[in-house]
């Protein structure tokens, strides 16, 4: 290519933009074949990789002879032995006239979660129907995840005509159907195009054999939609991600743009504090900007010296984001284990994150069919309407309105595993009409008062570990101390506050919600709290940790083996267990986390209950709390 | 006026880097001195400006680079006053673990994979930065951008983080780590443009000029150094070649080219119809060996 040339390539591939869509179809679509025609077709393919898609069709391929283009895309050794698609991979692909990053998904409803991901970074979507089976539910389940991650723009590709010998009615049946079902979900004027991804009709080359259509073939479509970029039209927001400070005369605040603009001299208010200044400078390494857009990463100085950190949000001062400490949002949720309401998760919104709960899950969708059921849990790959509270007020917009504000992650606390992907609806009024009722007597006027320093002792173990004997015990003696007490016990508490609660895994990590508050109350009311209950689930006994200031959890572990407290089994409960009339006991077939860091660690397998109880005082003396 | 897709590209590399600063403890940029690392580093010098990128460079030296890469690297860390980091198998040289003796598959092994994971373990690195791009290959095609790795440095492809919107979850337990791919989503010609219009300097290895090769196994491979034992009826030969791709010597092919600018190279990678890794010897050795050598802790 001579360099004038080369040139001239650079100069047009430099002023393209770029297009991100997803593709989503069921496991026989053909989905996989259909980007493998767009990459082959569109002379993405280099010769080596053609070779080494030949040799791959051999070991793995189903289509005869020919070249099995699927094999292009799923890259796994895992997906190609089974010829399916696990996860999203992505692909690149350009046209004279634009840019593709492909988000291949799969189909199969056990890999929502990664569908989410694909989608979650689109701006359209290509939904696969099979022209020989029509609507399935799998479709309806895609296309309303699609309008569930704000995706507007959708392009219904009905597949394998050349089965359906090329006939005009069986594609009108099919979009039709479609249709109808779009306006139901408010997505707005989907495209249809008759494809045979496996022959190449209308993918990038308009078919001979359906004369009947007229309309543009699917890269014509794709090089020509115009996405509109909610981004670009939403007000200015740029989450700050670092505090930019070379010496003592610069201090910038680092992050991107994600939606509106800025200039300079603009006003701008740092939430969730609330102060407001003007844009003294714009920089980059490239030199001062007048003006950012969005999507640029810059580093801005204000005018003012004020407080910003890592997680702040600088804002448009006149059109500033909603504000509150509770939303309603919709959350799909991806973790193994189920999310259960009251559970405390790490919740990641913009560059900061926060202690969340879920306090209710108003309903779950069934994403075959779209109705809203009632539901106590989330599992795996389950859509859920639920109300959040976090730890703090946090400045959010709706994610209808801002993709880049509005969207949050669900971290578990003890895997870090992303667990649940959710768009906030609305901020919830209650949590700006509720304000703590402000009392004249406080904690501390009434700790002084009795003398003492609140706190809570926390014992956790397995069942026969000695947590009650062990808490009397120490209870007697801060008695004897003249300390003021009250012992929280799980067999008490369960036949009160607690009696509609049973042993499933929901069931226990609320049971323990109540407690942690119940604790927190006594705490406040000035007494020396001590509570004696399994609480087996770390996040929970972390959440309770949470509610309390610091230094006023003593996490006490009892850890005592558990063939010492099967052999003890005061109330015969291990017998029930292993005999199978008790299910989900702790130890047994429950599982028991035990604590990493208590601040005190007991095995009284070892110790008497007395040495157990002084150890105890003794703690708390070092502690300087009694 | 909507940014060009370099311009996005950028931008997302730059909000990238910075997450893993604001949310990790200790990462480390892995910098294997070819144009990828050269373009990820521009990026990170752009990305922390006015101030210098918060990490150190680390070079895992398997000892049979090119010798024009090491004078490169040495170069590149003086000019920038970065903290550059390398490390040597130590027990791999002890063993005299090379290519030559112990093919491409136990070298690499040893020499790049083990030493990376020495390397990473000995300075307690929560977080490495690396320059890959999904278009590459096909298991990099389904990687997440931060990729988790466990207290073994075992990447497990079937069970990945999901990874939403540009919400990243840098989040490790005690001895394991995330790997950071700020590139994900450049493609080759990206990467050329970009070291065009940005004036990034690039080793000169990329462009061609006479230097003395034998051919073998199809290959043109270069006598960088005496180490290179000729096999009977190979003699060294002056050509006009030059590399696609950097990585030890013995194991990078180069091709014939007279293309001395880089226009002239970007030129021929746009009429080429072969990929970047052809000319890398690690990649054939198996079938899904990139997969399998992420899951043992490679790049």
Redesign the interface.
């Known amino acids: ?3 004038a ?3 001239e ?2 100069r047009r ?6 297009l991100r869509f997803i593709t989503c179809g069921s496991v026989d679509d053909g989905k996989s074949t259909l980007i493998g025609r767009l990459l082959y077709d569109s002379k993405a393919l ?4 053609l070779t080494d898609l030949a040799g791959a069709s051999r ?1 793995f391929g189903t289509t005869g002879k020919d070249l099995d283009l699927a094999l292009l ?1 799923d ?4 997906e190609r032995e089974q010829g399916v698609t ?7 692909f ?1 046209t004279p006239l634009r ?1 593709f ?1 492909v988000a291949d998904c799969p189909g199969h409803e056990q890999y929502t ?2 569908m ?2 694909g989608a ?2 689109s701006n359209l979507a290509v939904i696969l129907v099979d022209a020989r089976k029509g609507m399935l539910p799998q479709t309806r389940r895609h296309s309303f995840l699609v309008s569930l991650l704000g995706i507007h723009r959708v392009v219904v590709a009905v597949n394998k005509m050349d089965l359906q010998d090329y006939r005009q009615g069986v594609f009108e049946a099919i979009a039709t159907e479609y249709r109808a079902m779009a306006a139901r979900m408010g997505i707005p004027d989907p495209v249809f195009v008759p494809v045979s991804a496996l022959r190449g009709d209308n993918v990038i080359f308009r078919s001979q054999f359906m004369p009947w259509y007229t309309g543009p073939s699917l890269l014509e479509i794709l090089e020509t939609t115009q996405v509109e ?1 909610l981004a ?1 039209a939403a007000p200015f927001r740029l989450p700050v ?2 505090i ?3 010496d003592q005369d ?1 201090r ?1 605040f ?3 743009v ?1 939606s509106g603009a800025v200039a300079l001299g603009d006003r701008v208010t740092v939430v969730p504090a609330g102060w407001t200044s003007a844009v003294a400078r714009i ?4 030199g001062d900007l007048e003006r950012a ?1 969005a ?3 810059v ?1 801005i100085v204000l005018e003012d010296q004020i407080d910003v950190s ?1 997680g702040d949000m600088l804002v448009a001062a006149h059109q500033r984001p909603h504000t509150a400490d509770q939303f309603a949002a919709h959350v799909v949720w ?1 973790g193994e284990e189920p999310l259960l309401p009251g559970r405390s998760y ?1 919740l ?2 913009g ?1 900061r994150q926060f202690s969340a709960q879920v306090t209710e899950i108003k309903h779950k969708v069934n994403v075959n069919t779209l109705e809203q059921v009632a539901a106590k849990v989330l599992a795996l790959n389950e859509v859920g309407f639920c109300n959040l509270a976090l730890d703090a007020a946090i400045p959010f917009d709706a994610y209808g309105e801002n ?2 504000t509005g ?3 669900l ?1 578990d606390r003890v895997t ?3 667990v649940g ?1 959710g768009m906030i609806s609305f901020p919830l009024r209650r949590a700006q009409n509720i304000h703590w009722q402000h009392v004249e007597v406080n904690k501390a006027a009434r700790a002084r008062l009795k003398g003492q320093k609140p706190c809570v002792l926390w014992f956790t173990g397995l069942s026969g570990s000695g947590k009650s004997t062990l808490a009397n015990l120490v209870e007697k003696q801060l008695q004897a101390l003249g300390r003021h007490t009250y012992l929280l016990d799980g067999d008490n508490i369960r036949h009160g506050l607690n009696k509609d609660l049973g042993f499933t895994t929901a069931d226990r990590v609320e049971n323990i919600r109540r407690i942690g508050e119940c604790a927190r109350m006594f705490v406040d009311a000035g007494l020396i709290v001590l509570t004696a209950f399994i609480s087996p689930f770390r996040s929970e006994r972390h959440t309770a940790r949470e509610l309390l200031e610091g230094g006023e959890f003593l996490e006490i572990h009892l850890s005592t083996p558990l063939e010492v407290c099967e052999q003890r089994d005061p109330k015969g409960l291990y017998r029930k267990a292993r005999a199978g009339s008790l299910p989900n006991f702790t130890g047994i077939d429950s599982p028991y986390e035990a604590p990493e860091a208590p601040e005190l660690r007991l095995d009284t397998a070892i110790l008497s209950p007395d040495e157990c109880a002084e150890r105890v005082v003794a703690e708390l003396v070092r502690r300087a709390r009694i | ?8 590209l ?3 590399s ?2 990238i880097m ?2 893993v ?2 949310q990790c403890r200790n990462p480390v940029m892995l910098y294997s001195i070819g144009k990828d690392s050269a373009v990820m580093l521009h990026l990170a ?8 990128p918060p990490f150190p460079l680390l070079h895992v030296d398997s000892t049979w680079k090119f010798r024009e890469m090491i004078q490169f690297r040495d170069r590149r860390a003086a000019e920038l006053g970065l903290e550059l980091i390398v490390h040597v198998n130590q027990d791999g040289v002890a063993r005299g673990i090379g290519p030559f003796s112990h093919g491409s598959a136990v070298h690499t092994d040893v020499m790049k994979t083990q030493a990376l994971k020495q390397a990473l373990d000995k300075f307690g690195f929560d977080a490495a930065f690396g320059g890959a791009r ?2 590459e290959e ?2 990099r ?2 990687e997440r951008i931060f990729s988790f790795r466990s207290a073994s440095h075992a990447w497990d ?2 069970n ?8 990243y ?1 840098g ?3 005690p001895g ?1 780590s995330i790997r950071v791919f700020p590139l ?2 450049w ?1 080759e ?1 990206d990467i050329w ?1 970009y070291i ?2 940005q004036n990034i300097p690039v080793v000169p290895l990329y462009f061609a000029k006479p230097r003395s090769v034998v051919r073998r196994d199809g290959m043109l491979i270069m006598a960088d150094d005496e180490r290179l034992p000729l096999m009977p009826g190979e003699t060294p030969e002056m050509r006009w070649v030059r590399f696609r791709t950097l990585g030890c010597y013995p194991l990078t092919g180069a091709m014939e080219s007279h293309a001395q ?1 880089l ?2 190279i ?3 990678m ?6 970047e ?2 000319g890398r010897l690690i990649d054939h050795d198996q ?2 060996a990139m ?1 399998a050598k992420k899951r043992e802790g490679y790049f």
């Open positions: 290519m001579e360099a040339e080369t040139l390539v650079l591939h430099e002023a393209k933009d770029i280099l010769d080596d990789q070991a895309v890259g796994l050794q895992a696990i996860d999203v991979a992505y692909r690149f350009a840019k990053i979660r990664n989410v991901t979650s970074t970029d670009v991600q670092w930019n400070r070379p610069f910038g680092s992050g991107t994600v920089v980059t390494m490239d857009e999507r640029q990463a580093t890592r991806m790490l990641r919104l560059t993709r880049e969207a949050f992650i971290i870090n595993q992303t992907g | 006026m909507p940014l060009t897709h370099l311009q996005r950028e931008a997302e730059i909000h910075r997450e600063v604001g010098l752009k990305a922390f400006y006015p101030s210098k999904r278009d096909r298991s095609a389904k492809p079937k990945q983080r999901p990874e939403l919107w540009s919400l979850n989040r490790v337990g394991e994900s989503n493609t010609l443009q065009y219009t600018t226009p002239e970007i030129g021929e746009l009429a080429a119809r072969t990929s890794r052809q079938a899904a997969e």
